[in-house]
């Protein structure tokens, strides 16, 4: 039989072995397997640093034996119940380089002291538990290692080097297992051909990638190792990057409806601004305007932080191609936003949005909100009015991508808020214009450079990078939640402002009661539970009823979270945008783009439970209008402590780039890439988007160069197709929707 990659692990391998690769880890050929990288190498005598295990953290460790101890114990519970209701206790002490120890338990396994002798060095795998103040792994799997790596009748073949692979793995099959049969495969597998294109792989110096896959697994030094790991990750980073920029030549080639600079609707609203545009808007805007006059679409992502003023840039790219006779589709991520957007784009148009109205100035349009709650009813006279063009602006959710919403000249699709949405539902929304509209997508989350070549690789981006003037600058301070008169200061700061005539916001990690997990999304992002295991999160419905009570008594309390229906939400935030609510009690559905410049003080409760660019995006709710804003961070956290550190961050500066740095470092790759790429999050195995920077860009412009001298990949077909595959993945997670 010819062995290849794509030889099903069930004929190489032994019956077990192959179903707990298939059912524990979805690993089905040989290919697969061989691309089941370790995530770490442990060596004898390496430092483990076995004081930084976390309790109930399933690891491997790499330690040597110091001491075995055989007691007997009469169990409380059935567990380890021996004859005569005694049972025997083994403990076995283990100790890394640094002499650091960890606890090995065995009950009723006595026999194993024979083999668990001082001076062992071995792999112990179990999940990390505390007893009396000491870590330890109880009944934990292990493979012992050579007792003398140069004598090889004892030499355990499978990690008789130095660097011993260590993969995720899961209790029918430890990260041993996972090797032997590594080694197995690799062993009938010959070197597959290299798909890298010859001549770059050669200028590179890369190495051939069936060395690269033996090297990967099965290291003979450190330097094999990082030449493997490079090679690989140079494979991943082209591959993407091909992808990224083979679309883009691919749209820049496509023909778009052009509209010209200016036009009447546009004109009449830039003359009744009641302020000066920022140099940024102003530079910016010039951009995207000579852009929508070309023949070619758009594709164009504009960065900005809070309060930048993207909304308005948007909206004059929207009025431009309204004033020639197209239509433009904002999509936000949220009801309340789309319906915020909706009331403010039509208060700044003023009569401008009053369009077939009597009275309405020629060039008006109208200005109507699409979302998945609205009733039939409701939505028949929208969907007439976006079908027969009556609707130059139309504001949405993902409802707009759904059947049934036909537009009769979509030119220009303004997509806020990008994070929450996969370039799937972009493709989604575009697909829904007789030629390829230009786009337009808006993020406030400040993206790295090689980040945004990846994430956003298909679209030229544009930042502002000021405020407009007149902007009040926020306070940041962090609070104890522990100390009574921080506490009670915090409240009555509150009180203050709403005696002020101003508002506030109070937020919490979570809803309440009837939270389901994974309930609708709004959840602080996962750095909960940081500080080891307490209390749940606090929660809205909770919170709102004890300062009803008590801290914000007498005040006008209001209620917003995912879970109310979307009337009730879009009640609730005209309320307090009409002034009629004083303190807005609320999850993070309030964290992107929601806008009441009367609002001057948030209190964030277990602020811990937060990201870092969560908060960053939460405090830009306040400090909106000409006074100054207040953020109150109340955490648990103590000083010193992972999490207060981040506290700490926020609290000490504004700059939302150099908070998001600080966050990407904290965040693992596949959340970076989020929806945003979803093909590309399993792609990416090896690629670090924030510490391989300098090959994702060199990658890029390899991918580039590519692309110009042979954009179909005529001279590559092996790595064309691997290209195919990446981008038909996508394609794939398309059509599921
Ligand atoms: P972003 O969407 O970037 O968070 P917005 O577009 O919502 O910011 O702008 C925030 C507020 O600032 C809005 O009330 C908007 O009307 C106002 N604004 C925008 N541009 C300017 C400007 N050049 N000068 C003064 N205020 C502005
Ligand atoms: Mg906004």
Redesign the pocket.
């Known amino acids: 039989m010819t062995v290849g990659l794509e030889t099903r692990l069930r004929e190489v391998l032994g019956k077990k072995t192959a179903e707990a690769l298939a059912d524990g880890l979805g690993l089905e050929t040989a290919g697969d397997l061989l691309a089941h990288y370790p995530f770490r190498y442990a060596q004898r005598g390496e430092r483990t640093d076995l004081a930084s295990l976390g309790i109930g953290d399933d690891v491997t460790v790499a330690a040597q034996v110091r001491a075995a101890v055989k007691k007997t114990f009469t169990p409380r519970s059935g567990r380890g119940r021996g004859r005569g209701g005694r049972g025997e206790l083994l403990e076995v002490i283990v100790a890394d380089e640094a002499g650091r120890t960890l606890t090995l338990t065995f009950f009723n396994q006595g026999w194993r002291a024979k083999e668990l002798v001082a001076g062992r060095w071995g792999l112990f795998a179990g999940k990390v538990a505390q007893f009396r103040g000491r870590l330890q792994l109880n009944s934990p799997q292990y493979q012992l290692l050579a007792e003398d790596a140069d004598d090889p009748s004892s030499a355990i073949e499978e990690f008789a080097g130095t660097l011993i692979p260590v993969y995720r793995s899961t209790a029918e099959l430890p990260t041993w297992n996972i090797a032997k049969a590594v080694h197995t495969v690799l062993g009938l597998v010959p070197d597959p051909p290299d798909p890298l294109p010859a001549p770059l792989r050669e200028r590179l110096g890369l190495l051939e990638y069936g060395a690269a896959l033996r090297q990967i697994h099965r290291p003979e030094s450190h330097e094999y190792l990082g030449a493997a790991k490079k090679r690989l990750k140079w494979q991943e980073a082209l591959v993407m990057q091909t992808v990224l920029v083979r679309r883009k030549a691919e749209s820049a080639g496509e023909a778009a409806k052009p509209y010209p600079e200016g036009g009447a609707i546009l004109d009449a609203f830039d003359a009744r601004l009641p302020?000066?545009?920022?140099d940024g808007?102003r530079q910016v805007g010039a951009e995207i305007a000579a852009e929508l006059a070309r023949e070619h679409p758009m594709h164009r992502l504009l960065q900005?932080?809070?309060?930048?003023?993207?909304?308005?840039v948007a909206l004059r790219a929207m009025l431009q191609v309204v004033a020639h006779g197209g239509q433009a589709a904002l999509l936000a991520p949220t009801e309340v936003l789309a319906a915020q957007h909706h009331r403010?784009i039509a208060e700044?148009l003023g009569d401008l949005a009053n369009g077939g109205q009597l009275g309405a100035p020629p060039e008006a349009t109208q200005v109507v909100l699409l979302t998945g709650s609205a009733t039939a009813a409701q939505r028949r006279p929208v969907l007439d009015a976006v079908k027969t063009g009556a609707a130059g602006i139309v504001i949405g959710t993902h409802a707009l991508l759904y059947d049934g919403v036909d537009f009769a000249d979509l030119g220009l699709v303004v997509v806020d808020e990008q994070h929450r949405f996969g370039v799937e539902q972009r493709d989604a929304l575009r697909a829904k214009a007789q030629r390829p509209p230009h786009t337009l997508v808006?993020t406030?989350t400040p993206i790295p450079r090689t980040v945004a070549m990846t994430v956003y690789g298909d679209l030229e981006t544009s930042r502002?990078t000021e405020l407009?003037?007149?902007r009040s600058p926020i306070a940041t301070h962090v609070v104890p939640y522990t100390d009574g008169r921080w506490m009670q200061r915090t409240w009555t700061r509150i009180r203050e402002e709403v005696a002020a005539g101003r508002q506030a916001y109070v937020v919490c990690p979570r809803v309440g009661d009837a939270d389901q997990k994974n309930g609708g999304g709004e959840d602080a992002d996962a750095v909960g539970g940081a500080d080891g295991d307490k209390r749940p999160p606090l929660a809205v419905t909770d919170v709102i009823e004890q300062l009803r009570a008590d801290q914000l008594s007498g005040l006008r309390l209001g209620l917003l979270h995912g879970r109310l229906d979307a009337d009730e939400k879009d009640r609730v935030m005209r309320a307090y945008a009409a002034g009629e609510i004083d303190v807005l009690v609320a999850t993070t559905v309030i964290e992107v783009?929601v806008?009441v410049?009367n609002a001057t003080a948030m209190v964030v409760l277990d602020a811990e439970r937060f990201g870092i660019s969560q908060l960053h995006q939460l405090r830009?709710r306040v400090g909106?209008g000409s006074h100054p804003g207040l953020c109150l961070l109340v955490s648990e956290a103590m000083e010193g402590s992972p999490s207060r550190e981040r506290l700490d961050a926020v609290a000490s500066t504004t700059d939302g780039f150099a908070l998001a740095e600080l966050d990407l470092e904290q965040r693992r790759e596949g959340d970076v890439l989020g929806a945003a790429q979803s093909g590309m999050k399993s792609h990416v195995k090896l690629l670090s988007l924030l510490k391989d920077a300098d090959i994702i860009a060199a990658s890029r412009a390899e991918a580039t160069a590519l692309i110009e001298a042979d954009p179909e990949l005529e001279r590559f077909p092996d790595f064309a197709a691997l290209v195919d595959d990446l981008a038909a993945d996508r394609g794939e997670f398309l059509e599921k929707g």
């Open positions: 302020f000066d545009l920022t808007q900005g932080d809070v309060g930048s003023g993207k909304t308005l403010s700044m808006m406030a502002l407009p003037a007149g783009g806008n410049p830009g909106r």
